[in-house]
């Protein structure tokens, strides 16, 4: 009898044992894959994956508005693929207009693409290079530098390739935009996602100081509260003359298939027209043609294109006297912000918590200004080449707006942390003591 239980107890840790070299085995084959294909092919997909995506709705698009009465669907692939370029910095020439405003929406879904597949890429090389404890001890990890360099490369081959298949001796794209887009792209979204997925980024985050670490926490919370306030004042405007731009499709006596294709092209720049709110709230404004402008405190326009979200546009002439206060705005949110992040993580030294919402607050400011910089361009021929928010300007108001209220924020904080709080607690307690008694009567 004791002879089979020790029997069955071998077996059944023999199969265990075999279960485990199983799983390990598989987990290995799944982390190590080849470095150099894996990431070329990884790159190659995160370009081509919305590359398709924009060919396959142009081809869509063609059916829906003339049932393929006119053009060809060589013709619709190729628009597909210069609205991708487009994406990608590249200009764009229709009728012999040039236009090289970006559609950051398309640019937002490339970038999203992008994070998806690396966040792959990175698990499935994982295996390669030293453990942790070997990175521990000093030993020098190349395979996130290594893999993030073949990702990018496969997607610039990809963007080269479309630029050489689409072009035409009207449309010429640029082929240098397309790969230097796909180096900030893979920069930007590639590498932080292979960084990611491999597990590297848990190694490397926590030898970054808790002072940078809190000044980009602070600098990310403004601009995700501003890009959310920006995009609720755009709306707002919007539904306030919402008649304008139904009377604007109604005028162009659009079907079902071009009022679609309208919303896709409104989602495509909606990034954009973010961006202008945003300018228009901070103060500077922005202009939608030659010799216009739109801002809190004048309002010129001239003729528009029929596009309907341009009905968000306020009216022509002197501003409301509240709009001059929509200024204020920038400051509040950097106050709240930065005084959340100080009550999180206090830091009773007066200077440090002054010095870090006022980095969090101008790293904000700088990098809304570099967003800013991309949202506008030629949009159309003659005055409608210069559309766009002013750029120099919002980075002076934004650095001062979100400077100013973080340095505030988190002072104010602060001071309640040191003794704001005993301090007001006395002179409720003083003010209390001076009340008048009321008796009680049951």
């Known amino acids: 009898m004791t002879s089979l239980q020790s029997s069955s107890a071998r077996s059944t840790s023999r199969t265990a044992s075999r279960g485990r070299t199983d799983a390990a085995l598989r987990q290995d084959l799944a982390t190590s894959r080849?470095?150099?294909?894996?990431?070329?092919?990884?790159?190659?997909?995160?370009?081509?994956?919305?590359?398709?995506?924009?060919?396959?709705?142009?081809?869509?698009?063609?059916?829906?508005?003339?049932?393929?009465?006119?053009?060809?669907?060589?013709?619709a692939l190729r628009v597909g693929a210069h609205s991708w370029l487009a994406a990608h910095g590249s200009t764009l020439a229709v009728e012999g207009i040039r236009l090289t405003a970006i559609p950051l929406g398309l640019t937002l879904l490339c970038a999203w693409a992008t994070w998806r597949v690396g966040r792959r890429v990175g698990e499935s090389v994982s295996g390669h290079g030293p453990d942790a404890a070997r990175i521990a001890d000093g030993e020098r990890d190349w395979t996130v530098p290594i893999a993030a360099g073949l990702f990018t490369t496969g997607y610039a081959v990809v963007g080269v390739v479309a630029c050489a298949l689409a072009s035409t001796a009207a449309s010429s794209p640029n082929p240098a935009r397309v790969v230097l887009w796909s180096i900030l792209i893979g920069g930007l979204a590639g590498l932080p996602a292979i960084a990611l997925g491999s597990g590297r980024a848990s190694i490397w985050l926590p030898v970054i100081p808790d002072a940078v670490r809190d000044v980009a926490l602070v600098s990310w919370r403004i601009l995700r509260t501003w890009f959310a306030i920006s995009l609720f004042a755009l709306f707002a405007a919007f539904v306030v003359d919402f008649s304008t731009a139904a009377n604007v499709v109604s005028q162009l006596h659009a079907d079902a298939g071009a009022i679609a294709l309208m919303a896709l092209a409104t989602a495509a720049v909606l990034p954009n027209a973010m961006l202008f709110s945003s300018s228009y709230v901070l103060g500077p404004g922005f202009t939608v043609g030659t010799g216009t402008t739109v801002?809190?405190?004048?309002?010129?326009?001239?003729?528009?294109?029929?596009?309907?979200?341009?009905?968000?546009?306020?009216?022509?002439?002197?501003?409301?006297?509240?709009?001059?206060?929509?200024?204020?705005?920038?400051v509040i949110v950097a106050a709240v912000i930065a005084g959340r992040v100080q009550r999180d993580?206090?830091?009773?030294?007066?200077?440090?918590?002054?010095?870090?919402?006022?980095?969090?607050?101008?790293?904000?400011?700088?990098?809304?200004?570099?967003?800013?910089?991309?949202?506008?361009?030629?949009?159309?021929?003659?005055?409608?080449?210069?559309?766009?928010?002013?750029?120099?300007?919002?980075?002076?108001?934004?650095?001062?707006?979100?400077?100013?209220?973080?340095?505030?924020?988190?002072?104010l904080v602060c001071w309640w942390q040191r003794d704001g709080g005993d301090w007001l607690t006395s002179r409720l307690g003083a003010v209390r003591g001076r009340l008048p008694r009321i008796p009680f009567r049951r």
Do not use: K
């Open 34 to 75: 080849p470095l150099v294909p894996t990431a070329s092919i990884g790159g190659a997909l995160a370009a081509g994956g919305p590359l398709l995506v924009c060919m396959a709705v142009a081809v869509v698009g063609w059916f829906l508005t003339n049932a393929g009465e006119e053009g060809s669907p060589s013709g």
């Open 295 to 330: 801002s809190t405190s004048l309002v010129v326009l001239g003729p528009l294109p029929m596009f309907p979200l341009l009905a968000a546009l306020p009216d022509q002439g002197p501003t409301p006297w509240w709009t001059g206060w929509l200024m204020v705005i920038p």
């Open 345 to 411: 993580r206090p830091v009773l030294a007066w200077d440090r918590a002054a010095i870090r919402g006022c980095a969090g607050g101008i790293t904000a400011g700088v990098v809304l200004a570099m967003l800013t910089a991309f949202a506008g361009g030629a949009v159309g021929p003659g005055r409608m080449s210069d559309v766009g928010p002013y750029t120099f300007d919002v980075l002076l108001h934004a650095i001062t707006s979100f400077g100013i209220g973080g340095v505030a924020g988190a002072l």
